[in-house]
């Protein structure tokens, strides 16, 4: 009862923030019966879509402290070399926000405060990079379902997009940046995370600063680092070569399972 009091006031001060998107309670809005109407009527249809995804979803395997990896390698950039990224770093990423757009009722602008104030998850996990290594590390962050529950998806909302802030190959027209996707089953996902930190600290910067997808039942490289904006689609072959990820592009599979 609590828990669900609680949620419905983050729901509503995260709708009531418009443009720039507050979190503090809004009692005034929760008492508003229409907003409330309004606002249990999308926790059933989420709660039914949710349901339904997961009752067919298996779990990935969580570990112990004791198994955490003493090193956990970095991949991939691991530094975005632009002035914006810099600028954001120097400033502790405090004018950093995530973009949720796209095919959602409620565009969002988060800021890393604003995702904190989510209730976070932690998970140990197993990290295995197609290039043939594996690193056991620890998570904290949103379970990205939560934050699409708040922008609310539209009809026809099938894909995520994550846009992220590096360009892993210079090129002239913006082709080499980093950028992933993944359906809407391993979207509302239990363990797919909106990852801020990283065993018991902040992200670390080579491992994707200021937050990072986890996405545990895939492959490493659909785990997009710097993330910058989420874009919710029905289709992903408009963007980059039509794969739906800087690596399918190049070859690699979409469905990275493992
Ligand atoms: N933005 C971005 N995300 C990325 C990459 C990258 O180069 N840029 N590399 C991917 C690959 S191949 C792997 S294995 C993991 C590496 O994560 P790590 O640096 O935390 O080990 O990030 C993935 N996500
Ligand atoms: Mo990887």
């Known amino acids: 009862m609590k828990s669900q009091l609680s949620r419905r006031r983050l729901l509503a001060g995260l709708l009531a923030g418009g443009g720039g998107v ?12 229409a907003v409330n109407a309004w606002l ?18 298996r779990l990935a395997r969580e570990y112990g402290e004791a198994d955490l990896s003493p090193v956990f390698r970095a991949n991939g950039t691991q530094m975005p070399d632009s002035e914006d990224y810099a600028r954001m770093l120097d400033r502790g990423f405090a004018d950093w926000r995530l973009q949720v757009d796209g095919l959602v009722r409620h565009p969002l602008s988060l800021s890393l405060s604003d995702l904190k104030r989510f209730p976070p998850r932690t998970q140990i996990t197993r990290h295995d990079c197609v290039e043939g290594w594996s690193a056991i590390g620890k998570w904290r962050g949103v379970p990205l379902g939560q934050v699409l ?4 998806l ?12 590096d360009e892993l190959e210079r090129t002239l027209d913006g082709s080499g940046r980093y950028y992933e996707s ?31 997808l986890r996405v545990e039942r895939q492959l490493g490289y659909k785990h997009a680092k710097y ?15 039509g794969k739906g990820g800087y690596w399918e592009d190049r070859g690699y599979e979409w469905y990275a399972g493992i």
């Open 22 to 33: 507050l979190l503090t309670g809004c009692d005034r809005l929760v008492q508003d019966d």
């Open 40 to 57: 249990s009527h999308i926790e059933k249809l989420t709660m039914g879509s949710q349901r339904l995804l997961l009752g067919r979803q």
């Open 149 to 152: 529950d708040v922008a609310g």
């Open 154 to 165: 539209k009809p026809g909302a099938r894909y995520v997009v994550f846009h992220c802030a």
């Open 182 to 212: 993944i359906d809407l089953l391993d979207a509302y996902h239990p363990q797919t995370l909106l990852a801020y930190g990283m065993n018991g600290g902040d992200l670390p910067v080579a491992h994707g600063a200021p937050l990072r």
């Open 227 to 241: 993330l910058m904006r989420i874009e919710v689609v029905a289709a992903f072959g408009g963007m980059g070569s």
